[in-house]
């Protein structure tokens, strides 16, 4: 169910941990399960309450956030799911004084999230990927293209 729709209880209950926020950032990203970005095979192993997943084949780890706006930050990913549905609310988006005073957090590092967010949407590979995930609406980002083709599509399916 895209965010939009969600009203706030149903999306509090859903993404309600860390772990139930990963969970979507990795089925947004491999809707078809785990593929290695290096060697491409599509058997991984989750390490144990970190954020990353062990290809089996060539032993490289994986980050289930690399490559998203959420990758390397200190922020919760529940205040980033919070922010993105707080975002994703109103078309003419939530001001960023609002947002940082709903989250109870400070305007700077709400200001930098949103931008990340909104640059995020201009990018390619990560717009597909946050389509996906947050479903915002497309006026709100400015014209971008729904579609799920990424000229790479992996048609393998999880193994195991
Ligand atoms: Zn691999």
Not at 79 to 107: C, E, N, P, V
Request: hydrophobic letters at 35%; charged letters at 25%; proline letters at 2%.
């Amino acid at each position: 169910m895209p965010y939009e729709s969600m009203n706030l209880l149903e999306f509090q209950r859903r993404f309600n941990s860390e772990e139930a926020c990963l969970k979507a950032i990795f089925d947004a990203r491999w809707p078809k399960g785990f593929i290695c970005v290096y060697c491409h095979h599509n058997d991984g192993i989750r390490m144990a309450r970190r954020r990353t997943i062990q290809c089996c084949v060539c032993r490289r780890q994986v980050s289930i956030t690399s490559g998203t706006v959420f990758h390397r930050s200190k922020v919760p990913l529940t205040t980033w799911f919070w922010l993105i549905y707080l975002m994703s609310q109103d078309k003419g988006g939530i001001s960023t004084m609002r947002a940082a005073k709903l989250l109870g957090m400070h305007y700077t590092t709400v200001y930098n999230m949103m931008h990340k967010v909104r640059a995020a949407m201009q990018n390619r590979q990560e717009n597909i990927l946050l389509s996906g995930l947050v479903e915002v609406d497309d006026a709100f980002f400015g014209g971008r293209s729904r579609g799920k083709s990424d000229g790479r599509s992996v048609t393998r399916s999880k193994s195991a």
